[in-house]
């Protein structure tokens, strides 16, 4: 499915909703977080990829480093993002080639990379996080402040409840 045909996909939940006894509440609202999800995440890779010729995987590279005055190792990198080390690598790379970051060996061990917003990279994440913000509040512009509010809340008790349910199993 091509990111811009979102009109004619049918999602999860759609699905879910068509043979409604076949799942309970808890799964149909887990399909509804889904596919919202989903659609916002399709949403925002569209506008980096057209407006900024980038990638999602990018932009949330930069995000990270954008906290970071100092750089990141890339161990650090790929806790905070939950990927491999492995799948940074060509991502490194790429940025690296295109002057959004810098690669320095560590001083006190030479093992270990640090990678850092150069000021080029700073100046262009600014660019696309101001946008990106832009496109998060035209997707979500029907939901008022309280909407918004009591959302959140909710969220985060399914949070602490999925918290929960995990550590019960650890």
């Known amino acids: 499915m091509a990111e811009t045909d979102i009109q004619g ?21 887990w399909l509804r977080l889904l596919t919202c999800t989903t659609l916002i995440e399709a949403e925002i890779r569209r506008q980096l990829r057209e407006e900024f010729d980038f990638t999602l995987p990018r932009f949330d590279l930069l995000a990270q480093l954008e906290r970071a005055e100092d750089g990141m190792v890339l161990g ?19 940025l ?4 959004h970051i810098s690669r320095t060996t560590s001083p006190t061990d030479r093992r270990v990379q640090i990678i850092a917003l ?6 262009e994440f600014r660019k696309m996080a101001d946008r990106h913000g832009d496109w ?22 399914l949070k602490g409840s999925i918290r929960g349910a995990l550590a019960d199993d650890a």
């Open 9 to 29: 996909w049918v999602d999860s939940e759609t699905k879910a909703v068509e043979a409604p006894a076949d799942h309970g509440d808890e799964t149909r609202l």
């Open 76 to 94: 650090e990198v790929s806790r905070r993002m939950m990927v491999s080390a492995g799948n940074l690598t060509a991502l490194v790379e790429r």
């Open 96 to 99: 690296v080639e295109s002057g």
């Open 118 to 123: 150069t000021e080029f990279g700073r100046k």
């Open 136 to 157: 998060i509040g035209a997707l979500f512009k029907d939901l008022s402040a309280r909407d918004r509010d009591v959302l959140m809340k909710e969220l985060g008790k």
